[in-house]
């Protein structure tokens, strides 16, 4: 059943019995749960940003943000507040329209892709039998808006960038479908709830990262890549193009692609999750829990730690590829243009194609095992 369709029954039975129409309880519905992702996801940003300036300033042996709230926690929020107060500016000779849509561009199809994140197995917006494809269709709209935004900002630098994200981009999606395509070989399912059930069995012994590791390393460079997080920012290296597509943009132009970039890396650690780490599943099954401590499957009590606990692992798991996403950013230089094109078409194509065959013939050889 469509979990998404449950939550919306739900609320707008609960909503009639107040003697609502249906209509308008229908109505009441349809905003929240968009609302609802606008808020996680910025949440989620202001966190990412606080963490990225702590972890960074751990790996150089400083402090850090300290005094601007507990720990520095208002840093986001003052960061926040300073992009939308700045002025706007368009440069004269920019292409007005196109400058604007670029980073509208960029931010709308991330937000959509919340859609098809579960955090539980009736915790998720709508649970689409295509997920995966839906989120790599999306992801492939955003090259358009950086690609637009260094034409219209009529800039060498800012076009270079443009022209740089849309080849990264192109370079880094084909093994990007290719690692996603062999999950959905091994669950026979693309959708995200189906992959997380899929690996439910064994505890931590069922994630898809022991039975698909090459597939997850091709998966988490390409998420890399196509969030342009070093060594992968070639799209805005300060070295040699200022700052890429976003040289010419200022105030909450400015503060959209920042948001996009953050909430990009988000979404691909929150995916990494479900497709190789067990999605909201424990390392040991709940349900074992519950039978040695006594406890049924049906106790509304366990029903609401179980739910609690998903959402929990699901954005521990997420944050902790955040934090290596991070370090990654300290400790690994910058590739250079032609690396890494040569990485994603000399290298991880060729293996994320071996890695595709691998899993049909070892799907066919051990059905039980891989999914069949």
Request: charged share 10%.
């Amino acid at each position: 059943m469509n979990a998404g369709i449950d939550l919306q029954g739900t609320f707008i039975q609960s909503v009639k019995d107040l003697g609502i129409p249906p209509g308008a309880a229908k109505a009441i519905w349809m905003p929240l749960p968009m609302i609802l992702m606008l808020i996680g996801a910025t949440v989620g940003v202001l966190v990412a940003t606080w963490l990225e300036r702590k972890i960074s300033a751990a790996a150089q042996q400083r402090i850090g943000p300290e005094y601007q709230g507990p720990f520095g926690l208002l840093v986001p929020v003052a960061d926040g507040l300073k992009l939308i107060f700045k002025e706007d500016i368009v440069p004269a000779q920019a292409d007005r329209w196109l400058f604007t849509l670029g980073p509208v561009i960029v931010v709308i199809p991330v937000f959509l892709s919340f859609l098809i994140v579960p955090f539980g197995e009736n915790i998720v917006i709508t649970n689409v039998g295509m997920g995966v494809f839906l989120w790599i269709a999306l992801s492939s709209i955003q090259p358009i808006g950086l690609l637009m935004a260094g034409y219209a900002s009529n800039n060498k630098y800012a076009l270079l960038g443009g022209l740089r994200a849309a080849a990264q981009s192109i370079s880094y999606e084909i093994p990007l479908a290719l690692s996603v395509l062999a999950i959905a070989m091994m669950s026979n399912s693309l959708s995200t709830v189906d992959i997380v059930n899929q690996q439910s069995n064994f505890g931590i012994f069922g994630w898809n990262i022991w039975r698909q590791p090459l597939g997850f390393i091709i998966f988490w460079i390409a998420a890399l890549a196509e969030c342009e997080r070093l060594p992968f920012d070639l799209p805005e290296a300060e070295e040699e193009l200022v700052a890429g597509y976003q040289t010419e943009y200022s105030g909450m132009k400015f503060g959209l692609f920042y948001l996009g970039s953050y909430i990009n890396l988000i979404l691909s650690s929150l995916l990494v999750a479900i497709l190789y780490l067990g999605g909201w599943h424990f390392p040991i099954p709940i349900s074992l829990i519950g039978s040695l401590l006594g406890v049924s499957e049906t106790d509304p009590v366990l029903q609401v730690v179980t739910a609690s606990l998903g959402i929990t692992m699901t954005v521990l798991k997420a944050y902790l590829l955040v934090f290596l996403a991070i370090l990654i950013r300290w400790t690994v230089p910058r590739v250079r243009i032609d690396q890494l094109l040569d990485l994603g078409w000399k290298f991880l194509l060729p293996v994320g194609l071996v890695n595709l065959l691998l899993t049909a013939a070892l799907k066919l050889a051990f059905p039980v095992a891989f999914g069949g």
